[in-house]
């Protein structure tokens, strides 16, 4: 099996990589082919292309390698879509449809035969408040960032192509993945993994925001089985709905640093030093909570059952100097 | 107040233009332009633009004249749509997108003081089964068509473009439309006109599905006056939810013919011919049979009441011959 992943250099691409590389797809080996605008050195991933899916024409020949699996990771985080609107969505969304198109030519090329598996990975951001306690399945989609109307247009796009049969692809609503390994990026969600990474490592972290506040998360590892698990699904099962909320752990900033306590004691956690920013605030205030993502459990899809479980796989896959 | 409407020509758009040219909004005269591909000979306007809005370019010019409030109807139906795929997106999605730009191009110019009313004619069809006995507000969408694919997706930019303040926009998700007047067109849904329409007209007209079929209705005058409602509503008041279900009357197709029988009498009713076609069938039991529009009965939308005044409104204001 011949697996493309679009935005393989980034920090989810690569756990996916790492997997595909290590496992496999249901024990059989994959031919892995990566593509992004840079790369990790190191890392997982030999053929590793170099490119920006924003001319079609890369995407369009990329299209014409026929893979019969494709991940569609690339994508700019939501601060960056928020402070740059053109850059938005001329990356997060315009690429998705040409490439889709680029498919679409090969299915009619090949008369039908060619209808490859696409993974797109949308976002908890397509949702907007007020919401219910716990967002079920059936809740509307009302973005109030740009990243998420961004998502949340390439959810109809993979949806559409795959209703008229052209690919076979779904969208998962990733949960904000923490712990995050590496750098702070310009995602507004960034400290709910810094506060964890940060102290691990012996540094401050900012925590902008009361610790009243509660969020959504699954870690890295689980990021990586929800697109291995996506690979082999019956999508008939989906019923032609093909965005699924996913599962995930809902716990307050205060819960995430008592699991943190729990794991590394009170030295680390008094790194955290509370630095109250109006403007994150806001942005955090309208994110969902909580979920009751019975689709996707149903289906398969797991994730970690308490925040502790989230740190423990950051120590045990991404602490630096493990 | 100078007004726009884009899609003029068209059946709702020259409804609205007839409406705005009788009695202005809230009793100001307004200055029309309509824009649309053909024009119905005499009919609404005196200011009629002839032009195809997949030309970026005509859109831009038609932004540069800095309407103070924009209509956008333009559109092709949904079994067009469906049958071409790419004339759906082409001339459902696009033109959108190029024109926000458009209009967002004059925000720049003018330091962010052109902010412009931009109402849209969504769709009940951004919806997909199943469904809950009445569709609430905070349901999902999850279109099974391209055309309500695209509609959904036209809702995510006018939300976006308004919430980065460039417009002040919303999208109202019309019932569909009926008793609709003059020809058949291909939306699957024409049936729903053509079993009123003909027979009051003494024509025979085909029924293709079971009389049991559910669907929910407004007619041409409640289009009208949803629009002319949306240009000055309040839209601090839509929570940055900036697309509507709007109310209308939820009944089956038995009793769109006993509210027939009423008006007309058995002879016309018996012009009815059952002739099941599992094709439309199928796409109609994929349909919305009925909503509860909380939002919009708040904010002051009204439709009729019983369907027999959708047909009232039919024979006295579009009946030939009257």
Redesign the interface.
Known sequence: MRVLILGGGGMVGQKLAHKLEAEGLDGTPVQLTLHDIAFPEGGAGTDRRMGNLSVAAEGAALAAERFDLIYFLASIVSGEAEIN?DLGWQTNLWPMWHFLEALRAQHRATRGEYVPRVVFTSSIAVF?G?YPDKIG????????T?YG?QK??CE??V??FS??GFIDGMSLRLPTICVRPGKANLAASSFFSAIIREPLDGMEAVLPVPDTVRHWHASPKSAAGFLTHAAGLDTAKL???R?LNLPGISCTVAEQIEALRDVAGNNVVALIKPQPDAAVAKIVEGWPRNFAPDRAKALGFKAENTFREIIDVYVAEDLPGR
């Open positions: 609107f907007g007020p399945d059936e809740f509307l989609t009302s973005p109030q740009s109307a949340a247009s109809l796009l949806q559409d209703r008229k019923d032609g709905r965005a």
